[in-house]
């Protein structure tokens, strides 16, 4: 945790869900009690298809996209712009994803782009990076994310900035990072955030995320420099999402 800065966990559902399941987003309202919101932020970014329908319904826990298109409207079959999706409820937008990088070929020109329209929009950026195992056994995985960080942000970015380290071969695959590994690219990211952004960068929420689950929640997020994470499987499930979140009752001793 960094000193000041309330952690968020957000959940990813990436192509998953229907109609339906907003009674998931309920019982997540549900358990999401006074004590838990006074120690940490939740939103769930759902597909495009569900996040009016869920806005709609959600009392406490924010809602989010998980992608955007660089233009405000126009000629684009298919895409959602930021702020189509901030009038349908959204709150922030996930972009970067090492899921849209490799899908899609998006580069950090891209995501500097999306960045710039999400804040334009009135949303809040949750900018991912991450290494490749390959990068990460070669002894470059630090340089690599700093070099996505550099290039994935814009010069003007607002103060509630969030930035996501998703390890991209932990994604799913039930293998973590160590706590001192999370911590060295935490501080790197840090550092390189307030080199840049001077006490901006000391401000802007770092979220983890790859493989986080209720069983290794407590330890992950009481690393220094980690806000909190950014969740993907386990927050298909109300209760490992919530148990997620509660780690930060037992770090906050409450």
């Not at 960094?2 to 229907?18: A, E, S």
């Not at 960045?115 to 002894?139: D, L, W």
């Not at 000391?202 to 986080?212: A, C, E, I, K, Q």
Request: contains cysteine.
């Amino acid at each position: 945790m960094t000193p000041g800065i309330k952690p968020l966990v957000c959940g990813n559902w990436k192509m998953n869900g229907h109609q339906a399941d907003k009674a998931k987003l309920s019982e997540i309202n549900h358990g999401y009690s006074p004590d838990l919101e006074a120690v940490v932020d939740l939103a769930i970014c759902p597909s495009f298809t569900l996040i009016a329908g869920f806005a709609a319904g959600s009392a406490k826990v924010a809602l989010g996209a998980q992608d955007c298109h660089v233009a405000e409207s126009g000629a684009h079959t298919g895409d959602v712009s930021a702020a189509m999706l901030v009038d349908a409820g959204a709150r922030f937008v996930i972009v970067g994803h090492s899921e849209r990088r490799s899908d899609h070929g998006e580069g950090d020109a891209l995501i500097r782009q999306k960045t710039e329209a999400v804040v334009a929009a009135g949303a809040t950026p949750i900018v991912c990076v991450g290494e490749t195992q390959n990068e990460r056994e070669s002894g470059n995985a630090i340089s690599v994310v700093e070099g996505q960080v550099a290039a994935s942000l814009p010069d003007d970015v607002p103060a509630d900035l969030v930035i996501a380290y998703e390890p991209v071969w932990a994604i799913g695959t039930g293998l973590v990072p160590s706590a001192q590994d999370v911590a060295e690219m935490h501080a790197a990211m840090r550092a390189a955030l307030t080199d840049r952004f001077g006490t901006l960068g000391d401000g802007f929420r770092l979220l983890y995320g790859g493989s986080v689950k209720p069983g290794n929640a407590t330890e992950l997020m009481a690393v220094a420099n980690v806000d909190g994470a950014l969740v993907g499987g386990a927050s298909l499930k109300p209760d490992d999402f919530l148990g997620i979140a509660k780690a930060y009752l037992e770090i906050s001793g409450s």
